[in-house]
Structures are given as structure tokens and as C-alpha cells.
């Protein structure tokens, strides 16, 4: 196999590191931040501009803190709003006054300057210390439980009108965050929900919109669509990706099963798109329009990414549903189509570059390049080309390759439109690093939009990996 044609370089690490497991990070949607979840109970906030910690949440969990994320918002706006989800089976939500918070290299409000050595004792035993500030920067709001075991991950749609948490009892729970004024869904915007309202109303405006319970096995995470509020999918121990929907009921049900795995499916990602309702409000622009797709996007929409113990990362596509033509002449009806169900086949396997599980994968919403990590300590990194002519018969072996055909084609005995007319794409590796964080596992890695003085354009962006070792690594690609 060819050498990759990029490399990665590593370029800071997040400081003071933990002394303990640290499993996942997530930057801020609009500010340069970065939050880290970590097996001491704690979550760090650091600095995407030095690096530097700037905060440390702690005293909500009891437990090892498995996901972070934060709440989508705009900027100019009052709050941040972050959840925490715990193996103390709950979900913590946290809130800041961006007013008077730094997110440079100074000391921000309430900034816990302990480098953290010996704070917490074991992950899942509580040692009694005080981990209190003397000024909290991030002040805890409401604690959401429900599951029955611990919360592996925690997501908030894509206008922050629900959060999503999985757990190791095999659910999938849906909260929704209510308009504070109106009582009506409130998303990430204008004072709605948690990002605005008044601390006493916090519990007041969360319910519980769905219990999801068909996964056959520990749930590991779950993904909302980039553009949709009401469509979700999750992964699972039981080797099955599941799309879920809410119906004009406000009832969610699962539409679609992914099947072809053959190990656990440690995370699933979807295919970034344009959320046009952010850039409206964005620029003062009023539209009625929820979202919009990049342009020259199938009528399918975005693909899901996946990745598992069976040391693969595949690639999904929802087959677009026929429209019925009209066999006569057209009565109206109140009868609504008993059939929500969507036919998801899988559209490719990317290079298999991995020999031990993959726990991570990110799609940059940027360059739209993937990047995985997993237990073997490696970093790699993916990107995918189009190509003309015809799809080639070739099958392509699971065997090392640094570059996989993808020929857009459904599944044997299913219709679907005509392979000579389908795109033809190329995922090819772009950069491939061992031993990302010496001998440990990385646990995770996410594409993050680069702030530090080094950057060169808007839209540069860096890997962020989070690893077994305590440490949160920044890589560039060159």
C-alpha cells in the first residue's frame, strides 16, 4: 500500500492533562472552547485559543463522566448550556454567562487553578473531597435521569429542542426543552429553553418525548441529522444502527435498521449539511425554511457514517422513496400512509487501515474529510473524491487498501434507480499516525475549526484526540 499523501503533526496538548482517563471532547458551537469528559467525575473546559484550562465543572457527577455536549446556539447569545452524561446513570446540564467568561488564555471566572493530581479517587467511587469553587464559572441547572444503568452518550438536535441520552440498558431517551414564554418547542435561539430562561423555571420546561427500547443491546451513541429536529439514529453492542423519527403524533418510532456490522457499533455520525436556518439568523435573514442541503446533495440526504469492533467504518444512504403515480382520477382523503419505514442500504466500506476495534469517527463539517481512532492507538484520516465513468464490478476486498470504490448501488433484489446513472466516488487515505497517545487506546476524535495564533484561514481546521493516558492532543494535517 502507498504512503499516504498528508501526515499529521502533532501541535499542542490541552494543559494541565488529567491524571485519569479522559473518553471524549466536544468544541463549543461557536466560541473557542472545548469541552472534555474525564473518568474522575469532572469535566475541563480548555481553550482553543492557548490550550490552557480554563475551568473544571465538578461536584454534579458521582460517577465517571462518559459524554459532553453542548447545546447549539448563535453567537451574541447570553448562555452556554452543556450536558454531562454520567455512569452514575443521569444527565447533568450546566449553564454560563458568556458576559463574563474569558475564553483566552486569562483565568475565567471561578477557574480552578489545581492541576487536578489526585483531586478525584477511583472513577466510580466518590472520595469525599471538596470540589467546590469559590465562584462557579459553570453553575449547575437540573439533573435528567430515567435510565436504569450507565449514560453512554448525550446529543442535542440540531436547534436544541431535544437532547438525547443512550444507556447501557438498552434505551434511547428523548427530553424536550420547552419555550420558557410560550410553552411551545424552544431550540438553542433567542433566550429559548434552558439557553434563557430563569434558573427557578429550569425544570419546568423539560419533559420526556420518547423512551426508545428496540436496540437487543447496550446503546453506545447517538447522532442527530445536522439539518432535521426530528430524526435521530443510534448505534448499539447488538452490531444494529437505528433511525428514529417523530410522526405528526409527537410519537418516535424507529423507520429504518442498518444491518451488516459484525461487532459492537461504537459510533455513528452523519454527513455534515448546511443548516440554513442557522445562517439566516446568523445574517438578520427571516425564513420559514427549517433547513437546506449543500447544493448538488442526492435527494436522498446525508449519508450516516459508522464505525465498529469488526474493524470497519461503513458508509449509509436512505434510498429515496418512489412517488406513487396516480392511476385515476384523485379524491381527497384524510387517510394518512400507514408506512413511515425508510430503506437504508449500505453504500460503501472505507479502506480498512484499523486492526483493533474502532471507537471514534468524525465527518468534518469543513473539508469533509473523516477521521477514526480506536484502541489501536491510531489516528486515520479519510477523504472522498468523485470520479466519471462506470461503476467498475470490482469487488473490493476487506483486506488493506488505500483506496475503496463506491459505486452507489442498492442492494441485490432491491429496486433502485440505474447504476449507469449513479455518481461514482473514491475514499482514499489522506494520513494515517500510530501510537497517537504513546501506548494507550484513544478513545475519541472530533474535527475541530482552529482558533490558535498559528491559523492561516476561517475555515482551517484541527483533530482533536482524547486518550486512555489523562491527555487531550491537537493535530494539524499537512
Not at 32 to 50: E, G, M, N, Q, Y
Request: a negative charge; one cysteine or more; aromatic letters at 8%.
Amino acid at each position: 500500500m502507498a504512503d499516504p499523501p498528508s501526515t499529521l503533526t502533532h501541535i499542542a496538548t490541552c494543559s494541565p492533562p488529567s491524571t485519569h482517563r479522559t473518553w471524549q471532547s466536544a468544541p463549543h458551537p461557536y466560541l473557542p472552547l472545548l469541552a472534555t469528559a474525564s473518568s474522575d467525575k469532572t469535566v475541563r473546559i480548555f481553550s482553543l485559543t492557548t490550550f490552557k484550562l480554563l475551568s473544571t465543572i465538578s461536584g454534579g457527577h458521582k460517577r465517571s463522566v462518559r459524554s459532553v455536549a453542548w447545546k447549539p446556539g448563535l453567537k451574541g447569545e447570553r448562555e452556554s448550556v452543556l450536558a454531562t452524561g454520567s455512569f452514575d446513570f443521569s444527565v447533568g446540564i450546566w449553564k454560563a454567562d458568556n458576559s463574563r467568561r474569558r475564553v483566552g488564555g486569562g483565568r475565567g471566572i471561578g477557574e480552578n487553578t489545581d492541576d487536578g493530581a489526585g483531586r478525584r479517587g477511583d472513577e466510580d467511587e466518590d472520595d469525599g473531597s471538596d470540589d467546590d469553587d469559590e465562584e462557579e464559572d459553570y453553575r449547575f441547572s437540573v439533573i435528567l435521569d430515567g435510565p436504569d444503568s450507565e449514560i453512554k452518550s448525550v446529543a442535542w438536535s440540531c436547534n436544541g429542542t431535544f437532547l438525547a441520552m443512550c444507556s447501557r440498558d438498552k434505551s434511547v431517551w428523548v427530553w424536550e426543552f420547552e419555550d420558557a414564554t410560550s410553552g411551545g418547542p424552544g431550540g438553542g435561539y433567542g433566550g429559548m429553553g434552558l439557553g434563557g430562561g430563569d434558573d427557578d423555571d429550569d425544570g419546568a420546561n423539560l419533559q420526556v418525548a420518547g423512551v426508545l427500547q428496540e436496540h437487543d443491546g447496550d446503546v453506545k451513541c447517538v447522532a442527530w441529522h445536522p439539518t432535521e429536529e426530528n430524526c435521530l439514529a443510534s448505534s448499539s453492542y447488538d452490531d444494529m444502527i437505528r433511525v428514529w423519527r417523530e410522526d405528526a403524533d409527537g410519537e418516535w418510532t424507529c423507520v429504518a435498521v442498518c444491518e451488516g456490522h459484525d461487532g459492537t457499533v461504537w459510533s455513528v455520525a452523519w454527513e455534515p449539511q448546511r443548516n440554513k436556518a442557522i445562517e439566516d439568523l446568523e445574517n438578520g435573514n427571516v425564513s420559514t425554511e427549517s433547513g437546506d442541503q449543500e447544493t448538488g446533495a442526492a435527494v436522498s440526504g446525508p449519508r450516516i457514517i459508522s464505525c465498529s469492533d469488526d474493524l470497519t467504518v461503513r458508509l449509509w444512504r436512505r434510498r429515496p422513496k418512489a412517488k406513487p403515480q396516480p392511476t385515476g382520477p384523485r379524491y381527497p382523503s384524510t387517510i394518512r400512509s400507514t408506512s413511515d419505514e425508510e430503506d437504508w442500504y449500505e453504500e460503501a466500506k472505507l479502506p480498512k487501515l484499523h486492526d483493533r476495534a474502532i471507537y471514534a469517527v468524525s465527518w468534518s463539517q469543513w473539508s469533509k474529510r473523516v477521521v477514526t481512532c480506536g484502541s489501536d492507538g491510531k489516528i486515520v484520516v479519510y477523504e472522498e473524491k468523485p470520479t466519471s465513468g462506470v461503476i467498475s464490478d470490482t469487488v473490493m476486498s476487506d483486506g488493506d487498501s488505500s483506496v475503496q470504490t463506491n459505486g452507489h448501488q442498492p442492494e441485490d433484489g432491491n429496486d433502485g434507480p440505474s447504476s449507469a446513472t449513479q455518481p461514482v466516488s473514491q475514499w482514499t487515505v489522506v494520513a494515517e499516525l500510530d501510537a497517537a497517545h504513546g501506548v494507550f487506546e484513544v478513545n475519541h476524535v472530533c474535527w475541530v475549526r482552529r482558533y490558535d495564533k498559528d491559523k492561516q484561514g476561517q475555515d482551517e481546521e484541527v483533530i482533536v484526540s482524547t486518550g486512555d493516558d489523562g491527555e487531550v492532543r491537537v493535530w494539524a494535517l499537512h
